[in-house]
């Protein structure tokens, strides 16, 4: 399998992981670069993400799910994810839920 199939299946499966709150809203998807030797991949994301937020973690899921699918859908061994943040965005701030606004009575 050609090594940018591989790419392209590997940076669908980062966006999986990073569906949610977690995915920068403006920031660019996700890119990934394969290297393809003997049915083993070496895969490397470059993404986006948000900040503040739990950046370890989010690199931990992208790493599964990219392993996770590449062997699923391309029959290959991922022995190596290496999750690259290109960029930290600031985080959308989120109106204060509960709270009473100013002024009414």
Request: contains cysteine.
């Given at each position: 399998?050609?090594?940018r199939?591989?790419?392209k299946i590997a940076?669908?499966?980062a966006r999986e992981a990073l569906r949610g709150p977690s995915r920068p809203k403006d920031g660019?998807?996700?890119h990934?670069?394969?290297a393809v030797r003997h049915d083993i991949a070496r895969v490397r994301i470059s993404l986006e993400l948000d900040y503040p937020s739990d950046i370890g973690q989010q690199c931990g899921a992208?790493?599964?799910r990219?392993?996770?699918r590449v062997?699923?859908?391309a029959g290959m061994d991922v022995p190596e994810v290496a999750v690259l943040v290109e960029r930290l965005r600031p985080a959308p701030a989120t109106p204060a839920r509960g709270r009473a606004q100013e002024g009414a009575s």
């Amino acid at each position: 399998m050609a090594d940018r199939v591989v790419a392209k299946i590997a940076a669908q499966a980062a966006r999986e992981a990073l569906r949610g709150p977690s995915r920068p809203k403006d920031g660019g998807a996700p890119h990934a670069t394969v290297a393809v030797r003997h049915d083993i991949a070496r895969v490397r994301i470059s993404l986006e993400l948000d900040y503040p937020s739990d950046i370890g973690q989010q690199c931990g899921a992208v790493r599964r799910r990219v392993s996770e699918r590449v062997r699923a859908l391309a029959g290959m061994d991922v022995p190596e994810v290496a999750v690259l943040v290109e960029r930290l965005r600031p985080a959308p701030a989120t109106p204060a839920r509960g709270r009473a606004q100013e002024g009414a009575s």
